[in-house]
């Protein structure tokens, strides 16, 4: 296992459409983040899983936006009805359960860019 | 609500020179910070993790150290090299909030040759 991989690495889509993106979490995380990213600035965390379990949305989540862990592996992001604002990078990560140990490993994100 | 502040925004310094990048948070009550490191249009990646209580670490030229009284950190760089020129971000856990990670805008970093 190399890491956090996601897919796509770019993608562009008009405005109005919906997009899905893909995570595939280190394989033994059983926890898994997803976070956004504008230019210029750090992360913001959107939700988390543990398992298959969505146990956090930030307010950032808006109702156009939907995650799912299905099978407590990979995870999917979806935004319905694309806006400008939505162009960003969606960053995935993940982690072990340890008490002691919840250092989060990232994937090289997915560049979103809707015009 | 915590909050992250990283200072500077931008550093460019000789090849050779040792640095600190600053990282300050509002709320001392954290679980752990991590300094991350993230290359043009990639992700991040994970640097020196230290525990609420632990007061430093230590990777190559890379030392990270906490307050967490005083709500700082700070990433030290020995002998700063071109391949050390990224963006810094530290980013805390809370106690409290579950398990999202709270970020800093990040420290642009670039080391001349």
């Known amino acids: 296992d190399t890491g956090v991989s996601q897919d796509p690495r770019h993608k562009i889509t008009k405005r109005g459409q919906n997009v899905t993106f893909r995570c595939d979490p280190i394989s033994e995380h059983n926890r898994l983040y997803w976070y956004r990213q504008t230019l210029g600035q750090g992360p913001e965390f959107l939700t988390y899983?543990?398992?298959?379990?969505?146990?956090?949305k930030s307010r950032l989540l808006s109702d156009r936006f939907s995650a799912e862990r299905p099978k407590g592996s990979f995870s999917t992001l979806e935004i319905q009805r694309t806006e400008q604002g939505d162009s960003a990078m969606y960053l995935c990560?993940?982690?072990?359960?340890?008490?002691?140990?919840?250092?989060?490993?990232f994937g090289q994100g997915t560049r979103l860019t809707v015009v | 609500k915590q909050e992250v502040t990283q200072i500077p925004a931008a550093l460019s310094v000789p090849e050779g020179e040792n640095l600190v990048l600053n990282c300050s948070f509002t709320?001392?009550?954290?679980?752990?910070l991590q300094w991350f490191r993230q290359d043009p249009g990639k992700g991040l990646t994970s640097l020196l993790l230290i525990q609420s209580s632990q007061r430093e670490q230590t990777s190559g030229r890379l030392n990270a150290s906490l307050d967490k009284s005083s709500g700082r950190s700070t990433l030290y760089i020995a002998a700063s090299q071109p391949g050390d020129s990224a963006t810094y971000l530290c980013?805390?856990?809370?106690?409290?909030?579950?398990?999202?990670?709270?970020f800093g805008g990040g420290t642009r970093l670039m080391v001349k040759p």
């Open positions: 990560a993940s982690s072990p359960q340890g008490a002691s140990n919840t250092e989060a490993f």
């Open positions: 899983f543990q398992n298959e379990a969505q146990l956090e």
């Open positions: 709320d001392s009550a954290i679980y752990n």
């Open positions: 980013a805390v856990r809370p106690n409290n909030a579950g398990n999202m990670l709270t």
